[in-house]
T-cell receptor
Framework: GQQVMQIPQYQHVQEGEDFTTYCNSS?????IQWYKQRPGGHPVFLIQ?????EVKKQKRLTFQFGEAKKNSSLHITATQTTDVGTYFC?????????????FGRGTSLIVHP | NAGVMQNPRHLVRRRGQEARLRCSPM?????VYWYRQLPEEGLKFMVY????????ESGMPKERFSAEFPKEGPSILRIQQVVRGDSAAYFC?????????????FGPGTRLTVT
């Protein structure tokens, strides 16, 4: 079935290094959301992207939506131990009226101090 | 403003018992989603409800699982005759359609363990 592919599944970095996770779809997306889930916690909404080529920043986090609206990325500059968690992208793949999001499998970020 | 509430936070059931998971959405939110999450996996959509109406239940197994969101009270996800494979974290999320945002607010989850 249709999926939202997210890579990598895991990423180990040293504190201070950068981190990027990618989300890809075979179909054009109307919008995409990003969430963060801390270990043992629940997903927390980070951002929504809607426009082709859109770039949004939240402090050290940069979110991009591809020109073709089939891919998106989340980049963290100079990671900190507080960035540890799993980052998910989510998008509606169907064309129905209801918004039913499909979540990527997530990228787990491990930051070594 | 209270966030999404879920209870219980942890639930242990023996095989064959029933599990009832409750979710109260954020104030002002009329739509509720239920998701299931296995360890180190993403969130799998189960069902989407609004008050007194199931909008989409395509992700929910047809047998043993049911969900409701009554006019009064929380949304309930019910699992009958639980099996070990039902062990997972179940999250609900609420949203406010028509706001222009597809942002979902998640509850803390119910960790179900079937022994």
């Amino acid at each position: 079935g249709q999926q939202v592919m997210q890579i990598p599944q895991y990423q180990h970095v040293q504190e201070g290094e950068d981190f990027t996770t990618y989300c890809n779809s075979s179909t054009t997306l109307s919008n995409i959301q990003w969430y963060k889930q801390r270990p043992g916690g629940h997903p927390v909404f980070l951002i929504q992207l809607v426009k082709s080529g859109e770039v949004k920043k939240q402090k050290r986090l940069t979110f991009q939506f591809g020109e073709a609206k089939k891919n998106s990325s989340l980049h963290i500059t100079a990671t900190q131990t507080t960035d540890v968690g799993t980052y998910f992208c989510a998008a509606a793949l169907g064309s129905g009226g209801s918004y039913i999001p499909t979540f990527g499998r997530g990228t787990s970020l491990i930051v070594h101090p | 403003n209270a966030g999404v509430m879920q209870n219980p936070r942890h639930l242990v059931r023996r095989r064959g018992q029933e599990a009832r998971l409750r979710c109260s959405p954020m104030k002002g939110h009329s739509h509720v989603y239920w998701y299931r999450q296995l360890p180190e996996e993403g969130l799998k959509f189960m069902v989407y409800l609004q008050k007194e109406n199931i909008i989409d239940e395509s992700g929910m197994p047809k047998e043993r699982f049911s969900a409701e969101f009554p006019k009064e009270g929380p949304s309930i996800l019910r699992i009958q005759q639980v099996v070990r494979g039902d062990s997972a974290a179940y999250f609900c999320a609420s949203s406010r359609p028509g706001s222009g945002s597809y942002e979902q607010y998640f509850g803390p989850g119910t960790r179900l363990t079937v022994t």
